[in-house]
């Protein structure tokens, strides 16, 4: 997925079983959960976009890994509900809290 179209064209060179330019298709989520009959086990998000971090979550199946690199400028949200049904992972709550640091995300480091 991307909004630029030379981008999805050397994904396909490197053989992606499907591209989705989200900005030409409106569409994209019911695509996406189409595609992936209900909903992807993991979304990457590199782009320090708002919305991309914001729609995320929604492309998920249930007790998908969500992995935010880029972090954007702005606030973002998440549904609480779904954090604590644990509908959406975190690859860093795979281990004990002794075991593994949790990761400074964004800047906040998680131990103050």
């Given at each position: 997925?991307?909004?630029?179209?030379?981008?999805?064209?050397?994904?396909?060179?490197?053989?992606?079983?499907?591209?989705?330019?989200?900005?030409?298709?409106?569409?994209?989520?019911?695509?996406?959960?189409?595609l992936?009959?209900?909903?992807?086990?993991?979304?990457?998000?590199?782009?320090?976009?708002?919305?991309?971090?914001?729609?995320?979550?929604?492309?998920?199946?249930?007790?998908?890994?969500?992995?935010?690199?880029?972090?954007?400028?702005?606030e973002?949200s998440?549904?609480?509900?779904?954090?604590?049904?644990?509908?959406?992972?975190?690859?860093?709550?795979?281990?004990?809290?002794?075991?593994?640091?949790?990761?400074?995300?964004?800047?906040?480091?998680?131990?103050?």
């Open positions: 997925m991307d909004i630029d179209d030379e981008a999805l064209e050397r994904a396909k060179e490197g053989k992606a079983d499907h591209t989705i330019n989200t900005k030409s298709n409106p569409d994209f989520l019911s695509q996406i959960l189409e992936s009959s209900g909903g992807l086990h993991a979304v990457a998000v590199f782009a320090a976009v708002k919305e991309g971090v914001d729609i995320a979550p929604r492309m998920l199946r249930t007790r998908g890994k969500l992995i935010v690199v880029g972090c954007p400028p702005t973002v998440f549904n609480v509900t779904e954090i604590a049904i644990e509908k959406i992972q975190y690859p860093w709550r795979q281990q004990s809290r002794h075991e593994r640091p949790p990761p400074r995300v964004c800047g906040i480091d998680p131990e103050t």
